[in-house]
C-alpha cells in the first residue's frame, strides 16, 4: 500500500510542478510518519524514503533511535522548551519555531552540543486562534530577532493551512506565505535565507506546489488514516 501510495504522491507533485512550470526536484517531499509503527517506516524507508517529519519529541527521539542513520527528521509540530535538548542535535530542520523564547532555548543548547540548528519560522497564515505560528505582519521583527542568536539558521517559512475540503480554498494562504517569504528576502537579513517553504498537507500539497512550496508534509496520503489511542 505504501509503495502505491507514494508512487502517487510522486506523480502528483509532477503534476503540479508541470501546471506551474516547476521541476519537480525542487520540492522535498517530507513523509510524515507520526502514530505509525517502525514497520510502516521501514517501508517507505526501502522505497528511497529518507526524509520523515514527526509532531511529538519522545516519538521523533525514539523513531531516530530505531531507523536507519542516513534518516533526516523534520520536527514539525508545536515544540516546547523544555523538551529542546532532546532533539537538537537530532533533527535536521525544526519547522516550527514561533517565539523569541523558544529560538533562545534553542540556540542554548545548540551551542552546548556544538551543533548548528536549521529552523524555519511558523506563520498563522490564516489567522486561525487554534493555530500555533507568529502573525504575518511580526515575522519579520521576530526574524530579526532570532538572526542574531548563535548556533541557529533561518532556512525559510513553514504554515498549516487551514482544514478545508476543497484546496483551492488554501490557495491564497499559500500565496501569501510566498509572497511573505519573497518580501523577507528582499531585505537581506544578515544569517537568513528564505530558500526553503514547508507548506501543504495530503489535502492540499498539489495547490501548495503550484503556489512555490519547496518542502511538503504527508502523512496521511502515504500512511493511511491514523488512528490516536481513546483517551
Ligand atoms: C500531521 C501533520 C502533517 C501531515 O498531515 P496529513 O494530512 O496526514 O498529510 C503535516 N504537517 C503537520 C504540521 C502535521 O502535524
Known amino acids: 500500500m505504501i509503495r502505491e501510495n507514494l ?8 503534476q503540479a510542478c508541470e501546471n506551474s512550470g516547476r521541476n519537480p526536484e525542487e520540492v522535498k517531499l517530507i513523509a510524515v510518519s507520526k502514530t505509525k ?14 526524509e520523515f517529519g514527526e509532531n511529538r519529541v519522545q516519538e521523533l527521539a525514539d523513531k531516530y533511535e530505531r531507523m536507519p542513520e542516513d534518516v533526516k527528521w523534520h520536527m514539525i509540530g508545536h515544540l516546547q522548551r523544555n523538551k529542546v535538548k ?9 519547522h ?18 556544538q551543533v548548528e540548528v536549521s529552523i524555519l519560522i511558523e506563520v ?10 507568529v502573525r504575518p505582519d511580526e515575522a519579520e521583527n521576530l526574524i530579526r530577532e532570532i538572526a542574531q542568536l548563535p ?7 513553514m504554515a498549516v493551512a487551514p482544514y478545508v475540503e476543497n484546496p483551492e480554498e488554501n490557495r491564497q494562504y499559500f500565496a501569501r506565505l510566498k509572497e ?14 528564505m530558500n526553503v517553504l514547508s507548506m501543504g498537507m495530503s489535502g492540499d500539497y498539489m495547490v501548495a506546489v503550484e503556489e512555490g512550496a519547496t518542502c511538503i508534509r504527508v502523512g496521511t496520503g502515504i500512511f493511511g488514516e491514523r488512528q490516536y489511542p481513546v483517551k
Request: one cysteine or more.
Open 7 to 14: 508512487a502517487q504522491v510522486y506523480e502528483n507533485l509532477k
Open 37 to 50: 509503527p517502525i514497520e510502516m517506516l521501514m517501508e517507505a524507508y526501502e522505497c528511497g524514503c529518507r
Open 86 to 94: 532532546y532533539i537538537v542535535d537530532k533533527a535536521v530542520l525544526i
Open 96 to 113: 516550527s519555531v514561533d517565539s523569541l523564547k523558544l529560538a533562545e532555548e534553542i540556540s542554548r543548547e545548540a551551542l552546548k552540543k
Open 124 to 133: 498563522n497564515i490564516a489567522g486561525e486562534e487554534s493555530k500555533f505560528g
Open 151 to 157: 548556533n541557529i539558521r533561518i532556512k525559510g517559512l
Open 180 to 193: 511573505l517569504s519573497v518580501d523577507i528576502s528582499l531585505k537581506n537579513i544578515d544569517n537568513v535565507n
